[in-house]
């Protein structure tokens, strides 16, 4: 009996990365003789020919299915759960739609996964692009790896394979914000890395500018770290330390030389200095309190406005 995978593809404006995506992974399953794929793609309420160039594999496929959402919910997490939580396979692959991870790696994932892991994710040797945007997430993952609670794996996107069961128990966290990579380390298992280059987007733009960079960055971190919590306490340790050195400096230089002039611009440097701390220690706060709101509203992670496929068709506000 053949295995199936699930092969569950997040995109956003990506009319021209559908059909040699869906070419690549065919391709792939051409060699594994032993298993068939669903191949899943999650459409972030795309402004462009996206869902149409879909359509048109899923006319000649039944492997091949669209989840649509009822409008875009920021960035790939919710896709991936959105699939998730559609996926039948006894695996499940989460792949980029813009084709920076190389889906011929799929293939290296189930060797591993035939071998008992139960998780397979690649690891980012080399990546392409601009110096800039290298730099920057060589930066993020090593400050993610030390500030974490857990042991997150260096270079490792969402691109990788899970076991059912995994699957299963990811699908059980039932937070507002999910970080994927940061869930798939959290949830343990037999997991192992495999190196690869991620190539630069050969068809369109990037749908992530800069600022959202940062947004996703910081969530990662405030999702799976207290350290900005501890550096806090530790900041105003130090602080009162100070203050109280400075105090007794003061006390003694009034008695001892008491014609000594005291100055305004001092007094000045240490109000700026001390209210800077205090609002950085307020921002740090208020990054885990709207966490909290979010999580306690109990909002729908995504809403589903279309399924499509030659199997089924579900259609009008399925939630998660």
Not at 111 to 128: F, H, P, Q
Not at 177 to 202: C, H, N, P, S
């Amino acid at each position: 009996m053949h295995k199936v995978v699930s092969i569950i593809v997040p995109v956003y404006n990506e009319q021209y990365n559908i059909k040699p995506m869906y070419e690549r992974v065919s391709a792939v399953f051409e060699k594994l003789s032993n298993y068939t794929f669903e191949l899943i793609y999650v459409d972030n309420c795309s402004t462009d020919a996206t869902v149409d160039e879909i359509s048109k594999i899923i006319e000649f496929d039944e492997n091949v299915k669209a989840i649509t959402m009822s409008r875009n919910f920021g960035s790939s997490q919710p896709s991936n759960i959105a699939g998730l939580n559609n996926a039948a396979g006894d695996a499940v692959v989460i792949i980029d739609g813009d084709i920076q991870d190389p889906p011929e790696m799929i293939e290296q994932f189930i060797k591993k996964w035939e071998e008992g892991y139960e998780v397979v994710y690649g690891v980012r040797k080399k990546r392409k692009g601009s110096l800039a945007r290298r730099i920057g997430y060589k930066a993020f993952y090593r400050l993610f790896k030390k500030m974490s609670y857990i042991d997150i794996p260096l270079d490792a996107g969402d691109f990788g394979l899970i076991d059912r069961r995994v699957a299963e128990e990811i699908k059980q966290l039932n937070e507002n914000e999910m970080f994927f990579r940061g869930l798939r380390a959290w949830v343990g298992f037999k997991q192992i890395g495999i190196e690869y280059t991620r190539d630069d987007r050969q068809h369109g733009n990037t749908s992530i500018p800069f600022l959202a960079n940062l947004k996703w960055a910081k969530m990662g971190i405030f999702n799976f770290s207290y350290k900005p919590l501890e550096w806090i306490s530790t900041t105003a340790f130090f602080l009162t330390l100070i203050s109280l050195a400075g105090i007794i400096y003061y006390v003694l230089l009034h008695f001892l030389k008491p014609d000594t002039p005291y100055g305004f611009s001092t007094i000045i440097v240490l109000i700026l200095f001390l209210g800077a701390a205090q609002l950085l220690a307020l921002g740090i706060i208020g990054e885990y309190v709207a966490r909290i709101f979010n999580e306690v509203k109990k909002r729908p992670r995504y809403i589903i406005r279309e399924v499509i496929s030659q199997k089924d068709k579900t259609t009008d506000g399925q939630q998660d």
